[in-house]
């Protein structure tokens, strides 16, 4: 047999076995995305002494720390296994929040004082400064998490 004859079966078989004819999904409507989205105005007023040592930074460093407390805030606001429990450890966790937003990048030493006036909004906001020494821990509570939020925030509205 030829290999036309073959390939004109195997046409009519399908025909008999999807009389319906095979049909693909439809792919889903794409989502609307607006070309200029308005940003997100911050609420809580920003750090002056922040402001002054990053006028000079470009957006996208700015926006790599307001990132990084981003990521910081969220965790703390979801953390709901309680995994930062004591003060020490959320010092832990903003020394290295702070290592990841400018520590080994090239913001490191390009905006002098950048990192003590960071500690600085977490020392003012919790009327303590976050040591990890065994004198000065205590639980975090609620308070002291949402006192711990604030920080964040206004160090997020520092950069913008």
């Not at 040591?131 to 964040?152: G, L, Q, S, T």
Request: glycine share 4%; with cysteine; net charge positive.
């Amino acid at each position: 047999m030829k290999p036309s004859v073959w390939l004109a079966g195997l046409v009519l078989l399908a025909a008999f076995a999807f009389p319906e004819g095979v049909s693909l999904p439809k792919p889903p409507k794409p989502v609307p995305t607006p070309v200029h989205p308005e940003p997100i105005k911050p609420t809580t007023p920003p750090d002056a002494e922040i402001v002054r040592i990053l006028v000079a930074a470009t957006p996208a460093e700015k926006a790599r720390i307001a990132g990084v407390y981003i990521g910081l805030k969220s965790v703390v606001q979801n953390d709901t296994e309680k995994l930062l429990a004591t003060t020490e450890q959320t010092a832990l966790a903003q020394e290295r929040t702070l290592k990841l937003a400018i520590g080994n990048t090239p913001l490191k030493g390009k905006y002098e004082g950048l990192d003590k006036a960071i500690e600085a909004v977490f020392a003012r906001k919790l009327g303590q400064e976050l040591k990890r020494d065994d004198k000065e821990v205590a639980v975090v509570d609620d308070k002291i998490r949402a006192k711990i939020v604030e920080a964040c925030d206004v160090i997020i509205a520092s950069v913008q």
